[in-house]
């Protein structure tokens, strides 16, 4: 099997809440939606209707939120605890340091922007389902 893509789909508690996150505070873009129903693609939230999935993305990023219930559903081998993540997802980017200026005052739980051993202006923020996201970029 030849490997082209990676895109996480992190379990989450809500739908909603979940993509206001990440548009609201991180400048994500919403590019789909799957009702509870599961019987349509949706592009926005319509009211009173539940969700089960949502699909973002920011530059090359997707990223894929599923409701814990749906997701334990498709992912029959996922442990049934819901906890933030044991896990950091490391994104890349151009940049960076205007990035944490943008968020650092939005009440986002993150850490200080620095300069690593290994050459890279990196931070790291917890999204509201707990997950940690890190950001970076090459120092040139």
Not at 14 to 33: A, P, S
Not at 88 to 102: L, M, P, R, T, W
């Amino acid at each position: 099997m030849e490997l082209s893509k990676l895109t996480p789909n992190f379990a989450v508690a809500d739908i909603r809440e979940t993509v206001h996150f990440y548009r609201e505070k991180l400048g994500f873009e919403l590019v789909i939606l799957v009702p509870e129903s599961q019987d349509s693609v949706e592009q926005q939230f319509a009211e009173g209707k539940e969700y089960v999935y949502a699909m973002m993305k920011k530059g090359n990023v997707e990223l894929m939120f599923q409701r814990y219930d749906s997701f334990h559903e498709d992912v029959s081998l996922a442990d049934k605890k819901i906890s933030g993540a044991s896990v950091s997802f490391f994104i890349e980017g151009e940049g960076v340091e205007a990035f944490y200026d943008e968020l650092k005052n939005r009440g986002i739980e993150m850490s200080e922007l620095k300069l690593t051993w290994y050459n890279i202006r990196e931070f790291y923020l917890k999204d509201n389902n707990g997950y940690i996201l890190g950001f970076a970029e090459e120092k040139k």
